[in-house]
């Protein structure tokens, strides 16, 4: 069966975030009728999409928690999220990042790329 995947952002219940890998398996559905049936798999609820985009030299190292509960699709570059457990992950594009530390010590973020960083940004329900 074919998946989907995403990494998850959290607090846990001391204020320390961490990152958890998520495996979504995609089932047939007929998602544009009358073409044939596409793989999907229903996340979430959404309240709002925007673009969010910054240079190289944006300055992401204060510790900061999710301004509210979002999914990120990496569209142009890449950042670098590190977790306050020390973690560090790197979201290149076409990765999806889901920040649920809304509360806690939060993250710190980094843009690793050279070229301006381009974010999809879904606020969720």
């Known amino acids: 069966m074919p998946h989907g995947h995403y990494v998850r952002l959290f607090a846990d219940e001391r204020g320390e975030s961490h990152f ?3 495996v ?3 089932e047939p559905a007929d998602f544009a009728p009358p073409a044939a049936p596409l793989h999907i798999a229903a996340l979430f609820p959404a309240t709002a999409c925007e ?5 190289p030299e944006w300055d992401g190292s204060i510790p900061h ?3 509210r509960r979002q999914l990120f699709c990496t569209l142009r570059g890449a950042y670098e999220v590190t977790a ?3 973690m560090v992950h790197r979201f290149p594009v076409g990765s ?3 920040l ?3 509360t806690g010590e939060g993250h710190t973020t980094r843009i690793a790329s050279d070229d301006d960083l ?3 940004s879904v606020t969720l329900a």
Not at 51 to 55: F, I, N, Q, R, T
Request: net charge negative; no cysteine; proline share 12%.
């Open 20 to 22: 958890e890998e998520i």
């Open 24 to 26: 979504v398996d995609l």
């Open 51 to 55: 673009l969010v985009g910054g240079p």
């Open 65 to 67: 928690p999710a301004p």
């Open 84 to 86: 306050s457990d020390g």
């Open 96 to 98: 999806m990042l889901l």
């Open 100 to 102: 649920e530390d809304t």
């Open 118 to 120: 381009l974010i999809f």
